[in-house]
Nanobody, 123 residues
Framework: QVQLVESGGGLVQPGASLRLSCAAS??????MGWFRQAPGKEREFVAV????????RYVDSVKGRFTISRDNVKKTVYLQMNNLKPEDTAVYYC??????????????????WGQGTQVTVSS
């Protein structure tokens, strides 16, 4: 099972940017995703990227603000988050999918998870 370690979270003001990183112990042709969980809410899908970075998909609420990318040499997945809003506050999790499809967006589509990194957007 691949090990995933997220980093890059923090406390920022509305409108600011953050870049999250997810270092993997091993990479493969699997799709990689980011999820988030706000207090008292279910963990939700944020973004997914296919094995070579050529295809991505996002939840509607982050389209145009967030960008997922991956570096297969460094075995790292990134989530660039711009124009952050208070409603983006959550623990963000990186996950490795069970296969290569970018249409994976359910928790059960992903088999390995990181420990999460806190993102807080507040003035």
């Amino acid at each position: 099972q691949v090990q995933l370690v997220e980093s890059g979270g923090g406390l920022v003001q509305p409108g600011a940017s953050l870049r999250l990183s997810c270092a993997a112990s091993a990479f493969s042709t699997r799709a990689m995703g980011w999820f988030r969980q706000a207090p008292g809410k279910e963990r939700e899908f944020v973004a997914v990227i296919n094995w070579n970075g050529g295809s991505t998909r996002y939840v509607d609420s982050v389209k145009g603000r967030f960008t997922i990318s991956r570096d297969n040499v460094k075995k790292t997945v990134y989530l660039q988050m711009n124009n952050l809003k208070p409603e983006d506050t959550a623990v963000y999790y990186c996950a490795a999918a069970t296969g290569s499809s970018i249409y994976y967006d359910k928790l059960t589509d992903f088999r390995s998870w990181g420990q999460g990194t806190q993102v807080t957007v507040s003035s």
